[in-house]
Structures are given as structure tokens and as C-alpha cells.
């Protein structure tokens, strides 16, 4: 039974009952007074025979008062409301055993409660109330915190100093080491500032910073707690780091050069900071300071060394126009300065850096016209960015050696946890992987060619423009032995080692020979949406047709098309057919030999493109650098890895399939030790099998094809030559088992006030009547890695086992070639005529515009250069349907790309 239903005994003199029964026998008011009204303990619990609280002391009859007298009355006595529970009694209940029994009710003692020095949770309050704070508790609790923050924010500000000026930007140098240890240079450290007053600094160049960076500058205390709160914000969670808004803020940070780390204690040292700097400091001394520590690129501290880096010139004597460009310069170099800075960014070319730094120019100018600076007839005149000079001006930095420092730094930053901004501040020891001897080899071998051959003065227009490329990779362990990156680090700025725009060509058959052996030919007998996982392995010794012209077909047998329907037909260098008619069968190994176009377009197609683009990956190459991949001219070489890739996917097969990405630096230190070594990573591109037989069908190349040139004394040597669309580049890459090398040749204007720059014909280049591969670049492989391995013993390649099944293996006469063993002939014409469609009329050829890095019609990719450091863009050409259909010399593309020869 419930509790409510059943209730123990009650006592017989105390309790509610009690006082009902006494009340019933009132007829005086509607409900009796409370109990106790009248301080009786007795009348409290209706031990009165009366059992009322009707009735007086004297038990005679009380006047009706009503509840709100009771109450009162119950006040008067000290009762309340609720009455005080009894010494031993446990509620409003009567409990067992009388007054003295253990009790039962809910009643509350009100005994004196005692006081705490901090009352909470509060007492006397129940429920809910007793956990709110009351007001002189919250107000203590304020007072107090703000008392301690003006205390803390006081001794903070006694114990920071004001910076000087003079002491900034102390930089050490770094120190980059050659592969023996020895020192190669210290540099990329020094701090280039000459300090100078505020009256030898142009008016319009303290109004560009204001109005760029600072507005309210001559008003504001010095901080900006908006952009404080927002900085503190994001460092509390992990996000990015934010510096000061505000000039002084920003004058501070450059002068806390001994701790640039971005934490909370820090940045709230820069707050002290800023604010005594902003009470002790006019507004003009604030300035000088920061214009004077201001790091604006190419090693230079303040405006003197700024205006004297960019413009030759005293900072006194800088126009509005480049004092408008200089503070563009101040929201980072690396991707304004117009000289570009794609060794540290593939984002940071000198078109794109030049193309930032003009808007950004612009909108301080335009800025300042309206605060009030500047009058908007002056700004008028410079609508265009100022003619820079040459970046480099520390000669311990020419020839060779700043390309080396470039890649090295550029691995530094994108491998390891070293900013570029650490790397200024220097102080790091750099071993590098490159191999003094090796350097100057290749560099002498550039030179001895061009020397003999290249003449600008005789031939100008056929010899003016060339530039060479190289890169030397170790197959063991993807180290960079040797680059060349062009004539001189402080007069040519470009890497030629790293991406260039130019394309590769046939070099890039082999991939297209791995995909076959490695994945095999889809079957034509398959069912279309089946065939892709119906393969046979390809052999060498598969036959395909080296017919010029020839028809290119689906897996399925159709023919290929492009987007508008239209039917091509692929050409061979010089309109030449290889084998006998009538099918022109060669196996793939005489087609890699004598580079026969169409035998590995046809064999790409059959593969799969995707296969094809696989296969490149997989030795090395970076996706982003491979262009066209739809179109069947994908196989032959349209697209633009950089001498260091090529070199590095080579040696990939030189070392029987194991791919190491190339690398440039070893180790790296500091003052508090090593902060960085250099892991071996290698993982199996392709078998031992398939690796071995492509260099096998290599060394046919250099043994008895088109790279003859590229024999060395005592030496097994596999290789392949490369020529372009147009005749506009040129490559040999080649290997011995200890030495993979890439040699690239081409012209290209070398003057960045030529707007629209691009690839130029090799025509006549040298003497030449064409170049090829087996041209230059092989005469210059070969004197390079006759020195190169000078002294090393001379190693074979692993004899390749038997790989895959012979496919088209047509009865047809013995295949003979027609060429003979020299690059793919050229027509006699400097324009070769171009290979004849099917059933269509010949298309218009156009010639793109083809720049350094790409046409314009292009879309932007890059080599980022990965672990070898090199990280320049490489805009790569869009896929385009221009049906220009040539031997060598198709605009655009054969099929939508420039058609690559040989």
C-alpha cells in the first residue's frame, strides 16, 4: 500500500491531527491560525484540551484574525511561516517516540548559520538560488581580475625595452656544403641595410605604407585590440599565425629578430612593446624605424638597401611610382618581387609575381589618392610597374653555384620544417648532395659546345636565344650529383634543370615500352567495357607498324577520333615510313631505335593513355608536368618534365625498377644540432623484368640508332634522343648503371622586357641544318659523362629475362630500315610539309604563342619538384582540338598537343 494510504500511528498529543480535531470543534472563522501562533509549544502541537489555536492562554475563545494575522502573529513569535522543528523532532510530522524520537519529517533546522570568507554556494539559499552568486561576490571577483591584469600589464611593461633600430636584423649566414664536406659557400644569410633619416626618405613613400598599411597611423595609439584579439584568437587554436596590424606593431616584430616565434608570450611581449613604443616615440621616429628594418627581398633591410636592390638608386631619389612598388614589395617578396621566386614556389613565376605586384601597386596608389597623398594627375604616370634590375648581386652566388644554393634552399622549405623566413634569418649548415667534380664537368661540357658551335654575333637569327639544361642523378639513391641551369646564376635567372616549358619528345617513348610490358595491350577480341582487364604482356620483339601516316586506331579497331569527328593520320620525322611495305612491320625495338612515331602512338592507344600516364609516374615523373593525356600524341613526348625528372625516371630503370625521388640535400643544422637527415625512400616501379628489358631496348639506341652519339670508352650506355614539333627542343637522357643524366636544348628569348616571349626554331641553329637530339645534347652527355665516371670502374646492366608474348606477328617481308642511323631526317625545308588527313581537307595551321612556360592558350601545372627541390610552374598546353597534323612541325598539337619527334 502507499505511503499516503498508509501512515504509521500518530502520537496522541502532537501533530496536524491533533490540531484539526481541536479546530473542528471551533465554529469561529474559516481555518484556525497557524500553529504556534501563540509561542506555546503546547498550543503548537494541540496538547491544549482545547486542541486549538482558537483559543488564548487562558483557554478562552480568540477573535476570528484570518491567515494574515496568523501569520503575523507567528512573525511576532519568531516562528515564520514554516515553524522550527522541535530539539529531537524530525519534521512537521509528530515522530515516534514524542519530542525526543528520531524524527521523520522534512523540516529544516534553524540554528545560526556560519559565516564564510566567500559565501558560496550561498548559504541559507536552497535550490536553484544557492548557486547564484550574489553581487558583491561577482564584483569582488571583477575587481580582482582586473586589478591583477593592470598589475601583470604594469610589470610587463617595466621590464620590456624599446628596440633599437641599429641592433635589427642581424642575420647570420648560412653555409651550404658540396657531397665531400668541403664548403661550397656561406650565404643567404647577410643582411644588406644602410640605415638612413627620415628626411632622406620620400614624403609619398611614408604616405604608400600608411596607405596601404596603416591609415589612421598619425591618430591610433600604436595597437590595434581588434587585430590583437583576432591574432591571440587564432594562435589559441591552432590556426594561422597573424602579425600586427599597425605600423608600430609591424616596426616592433621586425625588431624582435632574436624571437620570431609565433606564441602567446611572444606576441603578448610585442604588445608591451608596441605600447611603450607608442608612448615614448613620435610618430616620425616610429616610422624611420620601420621603413629602416623593413625586409623588402632580395636580402635587403630598409629602404636604402631596398631602392639600391631593386632600383640602383638612394632611397632620396625614389619616384611615387616606386616608392608604391617597394611597399608592395613589404607584403612579401617572394610573390611580388617580379623577378619571380619559383625555386621556392611553383605559384611564385615572374609573370605571375610581376601581374600581383602591378595590382597591388596600383591599389596603393589609388589609395593614396584618396586619403589625401597624393594628387591624381602625378598618379596618372604610373600606370605600368618600374623597370627592375638584375636580383642577384652577390658574386659568390655566380655561375653555377646559385642554381645549386636555389635547389637546395627550395628542398629545405618544402621538406622540412624550416621556413623561408628561418632560412633569411640564416644560421643553418647545409650538406647537399652535389658533387663538385661532376658540376664543373657538366658546365665545361655546355660550354665547350657552345663555344665551338653557337655563335649570336654570325648567325643571329638562328644562333641568338639557345640555352641548355642538365641534370645527373644517382640510380642507388636518387641523389643530385650536378645540375646546369644556364649561363649564370646572377645574369640568367631560370633553372633550366627545373621545368622549362620545353617538351620532351621521344624521351619519352620507354614509359609508353614499360606501360606495354608492365600492364600488356588490351585484347581487340574483348568485349569493349571487359577489355580492360583482358591483357597480354608485350615483348620487344611485338611487331607494330612504322608506316608514315598511318591511320591511329582504338583498342577496338575503330578509328580514333577527335572531338569534332575528325579522323588523323600520324606522321614519322621527315614523312618517312619504317619497314617494307606493304605492311611496314617493325618490332619495337628497331622502332625505339630508329624512333618511329607511329609504331608507339599505336602501341600507346592500345595500352591505354591512362596506363601510358601511369607508367611515368611511376618512374618518377610528376603528374602535374604531363600534358595532352587524352590525345594519342600523349606517347610521344608533349609534355614538360624538367631535366632533374627526367634524369631521376631514367635511373629508375637503370636501377632495375626501384624509383628514389631525387633529392638535393642530405642534412641540415643548426646551433641546437641536426634538424634534419635525409631518409632513403624506394619503392618498385616496375619489376626488375620490365625495367631490364627497357634498358636492353635502350642500349640498342646508343649501340646502333639515333644516339650513337652518346657511346662512352669501355661502357654499357642505354639511352634515347628526343626532338620536338617545330624543331624547338632537343634532349638526350641517358644512363650507365652508376649515372643517369638529361640534357635539354632549345631557344627562348632570355629578356623579360619582351612581352609574349616564346619557343623559337632550331632551324639552322649552330650550323645545323635541324638539331637533334643526337645533336648537341648527345655530344654534350657524352663529354660530360666521360669525366663524370672518370675513375670508376665500368659496370654491365643485369641481363634482362624473357618478358611477355610477340603480338602482330603478321607474315611480311623482312623489315628493313629506311633511315639511316642519325636523329629522324628532317624535309629539306625549314617548314616541312604536313601529313595528309583522311577524308577531311587539311586544316589551317596556326602558330601558338608559345612561351617559356607553355602557349598561350595554356593552363597552368606544375613540376613542383618534389624532393628535388625544384618547384617552378610549368603551365601546361590546354587540349585543344586544333587538327594541325604534321611531321614535325603541326601547331598546337598532332592531337591537340605539338607533336614530339623523335
Not at 552568486?133 to 591584469?149: D, E, Q, R
Not at 638612413?196 to 609619398?204: A, F, Y
Not at 600581383?356 to 586619403?371: G, N, P, S, W
Not at 614499360?514 to 604482356?537: H, S, Y
Amino acid at each position: 500500500m502507499s505511503e499516503h494510504r498508509r501512515k504509521p500511528p500518530q502520537p496522541q498529543e502532537g501533530g496536524r491531527a491533533a490540531a484539526r480535531r481541536g479546530q473542528s470543534g471551533s465554529s469561529s472563522g474559516r481555518r484556525a491560525a497557524p500553529r504556534g501562533a501563540t509561542g506555546s509549544p503546547a498550543d503548537s502541537y494541540g496538547t491544549s484540551s482545547h486542541g486549538s489555536e482558537s483559543y488564548g492562554p487562558g483557554g478562552e475563545e480568540r477573535p476570528y484574525g484570518g491567515r494574515a494575522e496568523a501569520r503575523r502573529a507567528a512573525q511576532r513569535s519568531g516562528g515564520g511561516r514554516r515553524r522550527a522543528a522541535e530539539p529531537g523532532r524530525g519534521g512537521r510530522r509528530g515522530a515516534p517516540g514524542g519530542p525526543t524520537g528520531p524524527g521523520r519529517g522534512r523540516g529544516r533546522a534553524t540554528g545560526p548559520v556560519k559565516k564564510r570568507f566567500i559565501d558560496y554556494p550561498r548559504a541559507g539559499k536552497y535550490g536553484w538560488r544557492r548557486w547564484v552568486p550574489s553581487w558583491k561576490l561577482v564584483s569582488g571577483l571583477c575587481i580582482g581580475f582586473f586589478g591583477s591584469l593592470v598589475a601583470i600589464a604594469g610589470i610587463g611593461y617595466a621590464m620590456v625595452g624599446v628596440p633599437d633600430v641599429a641592433k635589427t636584423a642581424k642575420a647570420q649566414n648560412n653555409v651550404f656544403y658540396w657531397s665531400d664536406g668541403s664548403e661550397m659557400v656561406a650565404t643567404g644569410g647577410e643582411t644588406n641595410r644602410q640605415i638612413v633619416k627620415l628626411d632622406q626618405i620620400p614624403e609619398e613613400m611614408r604616405n604608400a605604407v600608411i596607405s596601404q598599411e596603416n591609415k589612421t597611423f598619425m591618430t591610433d595609439s600604436g595597437i590595434d585590440p581588434k587585430g590583437i584579439a583576432r591574432a591571440v584568437f587564432n594562435m589559441a587554436r591552432g590556426g594561422e599565425t597573424q602579425g600586427g596590424s599597425t605600423i608600430t606593431q609591424q616596426f616592433v616584430k621586425n625588431a624582435m629578430l632574436d624571437d620570431q616565434s609565433q606564441t602567446l608570450t611572444r606576441k603578448f611581449q610585442e604588445i608591451f612593446v608596441s605600447v611603450k613604443v607608442g608612448a615614448k616615440f613620435s610618430k616620425d621616429q616610429i616610422m624611420e624605424g620601420y621603413l629602416n628594418s623593413a625586409y623588402y627581398g632580395r636580402g635587403a633591410y630598409g629602404i636604402q638597401a631596398a631602392s639600391r636592390a631593386y632600383f640602383n638608386k638612394d632611397s632620396v631619389d625614389l619616384s611615387p611610382g616606386q616608392c608604391a612598388f617597394l611597399a608592395a614589395m613589404l607584403k612579401g617578396a617572394t610573390y611580388y618581387d617580379p623577378a619571380g621566386a619559383t625555386s621556392v614556389d611553383a605559384a611564385a613565376t615572374p609573370e605571375a609575381n610581376s601581374r600581383r605586384a602591378k595590382i597591388q601597386m596600383q591599389d596603393t596608389l589609388d589609395k593614396m589618392v584618396e586619403y589625401g597623398h597624393l594628387d591624381a594627375t602625378t598618379r596618372d604616370k604610373y600606370r605600368e610597374l618600374p623597370a627592375v634590375q638584375n636580383p642577384r648581386s652577390n658574386t659568390a652566388l655566380s655561375g653555377q653555384v646559385g642554381y645549386l644554393v636555389d635547389l637546395a634552399k627550395a628542398y629545405v622549405i618544402n621538406n622540412t620544417n624550416i621556413t623561408a623566413d628561418d632560412l633569411q634569418q640564416g644560421g643553418y649548415s647545409i650538406y647537399t648532395t652535389f658533387d663538385k667534380k661532376k658540376v664543373k664537368a657538366l658546365e665545361a661540357a655546355v660550354k665547350k659546345v657552345e663555344k665551338e658551335n653557337i655563335d649570336p654575333k654570325k648567325r643571329p637569327k638562328t644562333d641568338k636565344h639557345v640555352q641548355f639544361g642538365g641534370a645527373s642523378v644517382d640510380p642507388e639513391t636518387g641523389a643530385i650529383r650536378a645540375i646546369y641551369g644556364g649561363a649564370d646564376a646572377t645574369k640568367h635567372f631560370t633553372n633550366n634543370a627545373d621545368v622549362t616549358g620545353a617538351q620532351v619528345g621521344s624521351t619519352f617513348k620507354p614509359f609508353v615500352l614499360a606501360a606495354a610490358m608492365k600492364w600488356g595491350v588490351r585484347d581487340p577480341e574483348g568485349v569493349p567495357e571487359q577489355a580492360q582487364d583482358e591483357r597480354t604482356k608485350v615483348s620487344p620483339k611485338s611487331l607494330y607498324s612504322g608506316k608514315n601516316d598511318l591511320k591511329i586506331k582504338n583498342y577496338d579497331g575503330t578509328v580514333w577520333q577527335d572531338d569534332k569527328g575528325k579522323e588523323w593520320l600520324q606522321a614519322n620525322d621527315g614523312d618517312q615510313s619504317l619497314g617494307d611495305p606493304p605492311n611496314y612491320q617493325v618490332d619495337l625495338r628497331t622502332a625505339m631505335q630508329f624512333s618511329a612515331n607511329s609504331a608507339f602512338v599505336q602501341l600507346g592507344m592500345d595500352v591505354g593513355l591512362d596506363k601510358v600516364q601511369e607508367a611515368a609516374t611511376d618512374a618518377g615523373l610528376l603528374k602535374e608536368s604531363l600534358t595532352g593525356t587524352t590525345f594519342p600524341s600523349f606517347s610521344i613526348g608533349i609534355s614538360e618534365p624538367s631535366a632533374i625528372r627526367m634524369a631521376g625516371s631514367y635511373a629508375t630503370f637503370a636501377a632495375s625498377g626501384k624509383q628514389r625521388a631525387p633529392y638535393s640535400v642530405t642534412e641540415v643544422k643548426s646551433a641546437d644540432g641536426t634538424v634534419y637527415t635525409h631518409e632513403d625512400e624506394t619503392k618498385q616501379a616496375f619489376t626488375a623484368q620490365v625495367a631490364d628489358n627497357v634498358t636492353d631496348v635502350l642500349k640498342t639506341v646508343v649501340e646502333k640508332g639515333t644516339g650513337t652519339n652518346a657511346q662512352l670508352t669501355g661502357r654499357e650506355v642505354a639511352g634515347k634522343t628526343g626532338t620536338t614539333d617545330g624543331n624547338k627542343s632537343a634532349w638526350f637522357v641517358g644512363y650507365t648503371p652508376q649515372l643517369s643524366t638529361a640534357i635539354s636544348m632549345f631557344r627562348y628569348p632570355d629578356d623579360e622586357t619582351i612581352k609574349n616571349r616564346k619557343f623559337l626554331k632550331m632551324y639552322g641553329t649552330g650550323g645545323e641544318q635541324s638539331i637533334h637530339g643526337a645533336s648537341f645534347p648527345a655530344e654534350i652527355w657524352h663529354d660530360y659523362m666521360e669525366q663524370a665516371l672518370k675513375g670508376e670502374p665500368a659496370k654491365d646492366f643485369p641481363t634482362p629475362e624473357p618478358i611477355g608474348k610477340v603480338i602482330n606477328d603478321v607474315p611480311s617481308p623482312t623489315a628493313t630500315p629506311t633511315p639511316t642511323e642519325t636523329e629522324e631526317e628532317e624535309s629539306p625545308t625549314p617548314t616541312p610539309t604536313p601529313s595528309k588527313t583522311h577524308g577531311n581537307p587539311k586544316p589551317t595551321e596556326s602558330e601558338p604563342e608559345c612561351g617559356f612556360f607553355g602557349c598561350e592558350e595554356t593552363t597552368g601545372g606544375t613540376d613542383s619538384g618534389g624532393t628535388d627541390g625544384g618547384v617552378t610552374t610549368s603551365p601546361t598546353p590546354t587540349e585543344s582540338s586544333d587538327t594541325s597534323n604534321g611531321n614535325g612541325n603541326g601547331n598546337g598539337g598532332l592531337f591537340g598537343g605539338e607533336d614530339s619527334t623523335g
